[in-house]
């Protein structure tokens, strides 16, 4: 695999509900970026994303998953983070190391609880937003619906790009406003027509709107367009990116994930009008200093996300920030000041993990058999004197207190939570000398279940929930 650079890269958070699509979503890009010869689903256990077997049971994703894909001599790093509350964790690291989101909305049923729970994370953040409304096929789609909900949900600063002309059970046509050109998806080919003339003035209105609301992010493209009435398409385009950047515009566009109808022109829409990690402003270290994503910096990565996967133990993922990160490089962690070396780095869709000899500021990758390394620390160069902040993951919202079956089992639980709270740090676990008992805190009633499911069969400890006693 070729080694891109920072301008190439485009990365992103696949956010919305449960339900909308985002795993299936990511099936059809990771398939048209060529990472997979055979689309996988949810309903057979054999997507890339959700590759776990607590996901296989639930049919839905408990971890963030970190993908890629090449389009258009760009690479698209994409991270698939679950829709449930309790698994919040994955949507709140995604969007440190992500620029953009892409949220995901069911046709039929619109913004969702776990959009907008998604959409407040995104606000922290700081981070811009494309909408890709998912589902168009359903019997009860309903396009309109779902932008009025979300002008009223999530942003007024909607900017519809692609809309579709028979939504439904029917569904094989779009109309994009941005080229002015329908989309027809016959027989598993797609189709590009000129726009017919019954869609000729709904088309061209919502042209106007949208070359205005890319104008009204630039200053040199407002006097363009004060001067001359319009944008053409790059204009609109430099003007779609200024403002994702500030999160002046959300550009809505049309998808069918399960059908694979629009995906590949999303995905050349993403490559051409989502900021590159050095078009975004300077991230903050702990001392405040300003660390632009610059391939000549010093080199320093952020531990994102870390794993434990059998025969071959802790992976560790990381967004280079400044510099470049190469095989074999001599490297310090900043939170604990140890030494290490990067004996392997790869770029991972899931499981599977490509390995490369280097990767440059923006990039996304994985590394392995580092000593101590968790998530949220910071990576550098010798003497390279940056750490950054770590991630703001949220407070606990439930709690429990847990004993093994057997007391035989205790120090191998200790062990078990201990790597699971590597995995997940909303999952938090103490003990409590004054209670005598070992309580856990998470985000959720099903979010301390799945950690029982894992005591139970990955672990093979039998263990109990009790209530916490109460301290006199």
């Known amino acids: 695999m070729k080694v891109y650079n920072t301008d190439q890269i485009k990365n992103f958070a696949l956010l919305g509900n449960s339900g909308s699509g985002k795993t299936t979503l990511a099936e059809a890009m990771l398939f048209e970026g060529k990472v997979i010869e055979r689309r996988g689903e949810v309903e057979n256990k054999n997507t890339v994303s959700d590759h776990t077997d607590i996901e296989h049971e639930n049919s839905s994703s408990v971890f963030a998953s970190v993908l890629y894909a090449e389009f258009n001599d760009k690479k698209l790093n994409f991270i698939d983070c679950p829709g449930a509350d309790d698994f919040s964790n994955g949507a709140v690291a995604a969007l440190c190391v992500a620029d953009t ?125 004060f001067d001359k009435g319009t944008l053409t398409e790059d204009e609109i385009r430099q003007g779609i990116t200024k403002g994702l950047v500030k999160s002046g515009i959300i550009p809505v566009v049309c998808v069918s994930a399960k059908k694979n109808f629009g995906v590949a022109r999303m995905m050349e829409f993403l490559s051409n009008v989502l900021p590159s990690p050095n078009e975004m402003p300077a991230v903050k270290d702990e001392a405040g200093n300003d660390i632009k994503c610059d391939p000549k910096g010093p080199a320093a990565a952020f531990v994102f996300k870390s794993s434990i996967e059998q025969h071959i133990g802790e992976i560790n993922f990381f967004k280079v920030m400044s510099g470049e990160i190469t095989e074999g490089m001599d490297i310090v962690n900043a939170t604990t000041q140890s030494k290490d070396r990067l004996s392997q780095i790869f770029v991972v869709a899931g499981k599977n993990r490509v390995k490369v000899p280097k990767m440059v500021a923006g990039d996304i990758g994985a590394t392995v058999k580092l000593k101590g390394v968790k998530t949220s620390q910071t990576l550098t160069a010798p003497n390279a004197n940056i750490k950054f902040n770590k991630i703001p993951f949220p407070e606990p919202k439930f709690r429990t207190a847990i004993k093994t079956i057997n007391e035989s089992d205790d120090e191998k639980m200790g062990e078990a939570l201990n790597r699971m709270n590597m995995e997940d740090p909303t999952l938090i676990v103490e003990y409590s000398k004054e209670l005598k008992q070992i309580l856990l805190y998470g985000q959720g009633e099903y979010h301390l279940n799945i950690l029982k499911w894992h005591l139970d069969n990955i672990y093979k400890i039998p263990t109990e929930f009790l209530a916490p006693r109460i301290p006199y």
């Open 101 to 225: 989101a892409l949220i995901i909305l069911n046709a039929q049923n619109g913004v969702e609880v776990g959009t907008e729970i998604h959409n407040r994370h995104l606000e922290n953040a700081k981070k811009g937003a494309v909408i890709a409304i998912n589902q168009l096929d359903h019997d009860k789609a309903n396009f309109d619906k779902a932008i009025e909900q979300a002008k009223e949900r999530i942003s007024k600063n909607i900017a519809i790009v692609q809309y579709p002309v028979n939504e439904g059970t029917g569904y094989n046509a779009m109309i994009d406003v941005l080229l002015m050109k329908q989309y027809n998806f016959i027989d598993g080919k797609v189709e590009v027509t000129d726009v017919p003339a019954d869609q000729k003035d709904k088309a061209e209105g919502l042209r106007a709107e949208l070359i205005e609301k890319a104008a009204e992010n630039d200053e040199k493209l407002m006097e363009v367009f």
